[in-house]
């Protein structure tokens, strides 16, 4: 059963006969480094400028938010600093979690021709999709760090804690992947309400603007708001050349181990029922 699962996962993968008898948590990690490579090669196929995308995209982004808002953006809040560099530092970390969740969503559904087949562990395919759109944000790095050299900011030591908010950034988005495949399954409903959600959420943080213009009510949301979380985080060590507070850091690493907990005991106590609906 082993050796079936891992060769549908890689039709065109080459397996050796050691790994088709690989421990079954080994084997989930090659199965999700095919999936993940799948993934990479399909999303830029055919495509002129390939990989490029992930760099330009962000980049283009970026200079039309910032032709839009800088003009009066720029004097709401003097602490902001490089405009440009916060709109692009906000987009892209919004972005992983939100192209890693709507991917995760339907990943279980996606994989349902798969899952009547063989025999696999289902966490495999939101994890998967997670991790998919984390290869392709690294991408988006350079992007950030053009940015950086073209406005001359320097890069500091609290950029090696970049690798930590990230880590946080996608163990909270495996969490709300799993949660989410795991109620789509059951509701279709709630892969036309994410959009909504993730539209919503995208203007209630602070991405383009600085919290400080806000309501009372609305920045003591913002202290809670996770993405909100995660986006101060990596403005701290890139941005504002800082470290980051204890209190931010532990309220990002208590989102993402809440997230992960809640989508995992979601996710485990459902499973079982996925091939009745899918």
Partial sequence: ?????????????????????????????????????????????????????????????????????STFMRYADDSIGCYPLYLILGNTAFQLMSDATSQGLTSIIGAASLLKKVKINRYVFPVQKVLSAAVNYVFSLIAIFIVMLFFQIPLTPYALLLPVALALLVVFSIGLSLLLSALAVFFRDVIHLWSVVLTAWTYATPLFYPASILPPAMQAFEAVNPIYLYVTFIRDILLWQKLPTLSLVLRCAIWAFAALLIGYLVFHRHEHKFILYI
Wanted: no cysteine.
């Fill in 1 to 69: 059963m082993a050796t079936n699962a891992d060769a549908s996962a890689t039709k065109k993968g080459h397996i050796s006969g050691k790994d088709a008898w690989y421990p079954p948590k080994k084997r989930d990690r090659f199965i999700i480094k095919q999936l993940v490579t799948k993934d990479f090669k399909l999303r830029y196929r055919r495509s002129v400028l390939g990989v490029a995308w992930s760099v330009l995209n962000p980049l283009l982004m970026m200079i039309i938010m910032s032709a839009v808002f």
